[in-house]
């Protein structure tokens, strides 16, 4: 269950469908029952998440402050869709522009897909 030991200090959770999607400030990504507080999966990960989450077309995605991106499937079941590593870390959470993500890095600010 849920508790006070793994709350989040950073970043803001995702919830879709009466779930919660976040990581903890002990690396531990979660799917959380919102209705009764109770885990239904847990996976731990090796580097620390400053950025909300973000739900986009079914998927939640997670970027590290290592420049990892993480995509799993919006559901009761633990199931990545994508990981990819990004060439510096992603400390702001991602904005979405139509078809476009838009993220913040270190120098730059880069656009992925969209029109």
Known sequence: MYNEQSQNQLLSPV????LIYT???RNSLMCINAATGKEIWST????DYNASPIYVNGNIWFFSVKGEVLVIKASRKYEVVAQN???SGIWAT??????SMIMKKQKYLYRIGGE
């Open 85 to 87: 590593q990004m060439d």
């Open 15 to 18: 919830i879709k469908d009466g």
């Open 94 to 99: 991602p904005s979405i522009l139509r078809n």
């Open 23 to 25: 990581v903890t400030t």
């Open 44 to 47: 731990h990960m090796t580097s």
